[in-house]
């Protein structure tokens, strides 16, 4: 008697990634099992996870297939977006004891931590009249509105940091080309974006 075939998982045909490959690489944590590195490589995605390097085929919508040779073993990564539309999780089935996919968060990259290129935002700019101070204060990046106590800016996607305890701020600087600092500073926040241009 022949033993019954396990039938395999398949895709949903003709679907495609929400985001540009490149949206899908980057660093992601997890605070027990470490990191996993997503590398835009040509055309497609390559994962790294611990002492596993392997491809990331497209599956469908945004999830993706790998395949670890040393198991023998196909693992579907999820990616999630955030309300901006920003991809910051991958999920997988790590653990085959735990019945939810493991949840690794995205970290912003590595250059918004760089001092160069936070050189490059330090300044003073002008919304309107009024002086918004960007400067490093105790290892910190921060923003200073008079009358106003400095709020701090976390990184969080490329030229783009948000405002701590801040649901829903946050500022985009505008570098342009050829320059050595930042133009203007653009805050966004629920009423509205304001762009400060800097003072000379």
């Known amino acids: 008697e022949e033993e019954e075939k396990k039938e395999e998982a398949k895709p949903i045909p003709n679907t495609l990634p929400s985001h540009p490959l490149k949206d899908y690489a980057g660093q992601f944590e997890h605070p027990a099992y470490g990191k996993i590195d997503i590398e ?27 395949h670890i040779l040393e198991f023998d073993q196909d693992i579907l990564f999820t990616f999630y977006s955030n309300k901006d539309g920003i991809i910051e999780k991958v999920g997988a089935p790590l653990e085959a004891s735990m019945p939810e996919d493991i949840l690794f968060t995205k970290l912003p990259p590595d250059v918004l931590s760089d001092q160069a290129y936070i050189n490059q935002l330090l300044g003073a700019y002008d919304l309107k009249g009024l002086t918004i101070t960007i400067d490093w204060q105790g290892g910190k990046l921060m923003a200073t ?27 985009e600087f505008i570098l342009e080309k050829g ?3 930042a133009a203007q500073v653009k805050f966004h926040q629920p009423n509205g974006i304001f762009a400060a241009q800097r003072k000379e």
């Open 40 to 66: 835009l490589k040509a055309d497609s995605l390559h994962l790294k996870f611990n002492a596993f390097e392997f491809p990331l085929k497209h599956w469908h919508y945004d999830v993706f297939q790998g």
């Open 179 to 181: 320059q050595e600092k």
């Open 145 to 171: 509105v008079p009358g106003q106590p400095p709020y701090e800016l976390e990184p969080y996607k490329e030229h783009w940091f948000k405002l701590k305890g801040l649901n829903g701020y946050s500022v």
